[in-house]
């Protein structure tokens, strides 16, 4: 059974740092995955989705990449901004459809002015 | 401008009454999809469509119920046995099978 894990729960770093989210998942036999931000109280945004036959993906100041043989993904996020502060999920697509999705429990990114 | 419309973004359920949460999209989509958002879980997936008039259950279906009588609207009910409600509530919608999802701003359902 897949299984999605998001480490560290949150996190807190200064403004400008670099950084990296991670995912981590146990059945390496995935279609997609993809990363999205959600805001207080809000929806999800789709951030990045990288196919299973891509090593990465980037907009902006962010990129992902995903290494299915070790099972993880990870989003990078440069020259951080206080804006960015969110709870960030991956999320692995296991079959052709959109409700076989695994979600993780998310990570909660604080960037201090 | 093409969306998903959760309404309410608040709502408050006395113990044993049912409730029903609204979902609607504009985006001609075929698929949709409720979830549900507990602290520290991934999301989970309470019932989904892929077409008008049909719809599956999910991981947690047990207390919840659905339809989808028009392709714009997927709305939930809460019913009186669901034993903890409490939870952050998310609709989505694709345009096909392949597709990404698309999400709702959510509803917070409150038991009081």
């Known amino acids: 059974k897949q299984e999605v894990t998001q480490i560290p729960a949150a996190l807190s770093v200064p403004e400008g740092e670099n950084l990296v989210l991670n995912c981590s998942f146990t059945?390496?036999?995935?279609?997609?995955l993809q990363w999205f931000r959600q805001d207080p109280g809000k929806g999800l945004t789709s951030l990045l989705l990288?196919?299973?036959s891509q090593r990465e993906q980037t907009s902006g100041r962010l990129n992902a990449s995903l290494d299915k043989s070790s099972g993880r993904s990870t989003l990078y996020i440069a020259a951080s901004q206080p804006g960015d502060s969110a709870t960030y999920l991956c999320?692995?697509?296991?079959?052709?459809?959109?409700?076989?999705?695994?979600w993780g429990a998310g990570t909660k990114l604080i960037i201090k002015p | 401008d093409g969306g998903i419309t959760q309404s309410p973004k608040y709502l408050f359920r006395k113990e044993g009454q049912n409730v029903t949460l609204s979902c609607e999209q504009n985006?001609?989509?075929?698929?949709m999809y409720w979830y549900r958002q507990d602290p520290g879980q991934g999301l989970r997936l309470i019932y989904y469509?892929?077409?008008?008039?049909?719809?599956q259950k999910g991981d947690i279906a047990e207390g919840y119920s659905v339809s989808r009588e028009k392709k714009e609207s997927f709305p939930l009910t809460v019913t009186s046995a669901q034993k903890n409600p409490t939870a952050f509530y998310l609709c989505?919608?694709?345009?096909?099978?392949?597709?990404?999802?698309?999400f709702g701003q959510g509803t917070r359902l409150t038991v009081v």
């Open positions: 989505a919608s694709s345009k096909g099978r392949p597709t990404e999802a698309f």
């Open positions: 985006l001609n989509h075929d698929a």
């Open positions: 469509s892929q077409i008008v008039n049909d719809f």
């Open positions: 059945d390496s036999a995935i279609y997609n």
């Open positions: 990288i196919q299973s």
């Open positions: 999320a692995v697509k296991v079959g052709d459809s959109n409700y076989q999705l695994i």
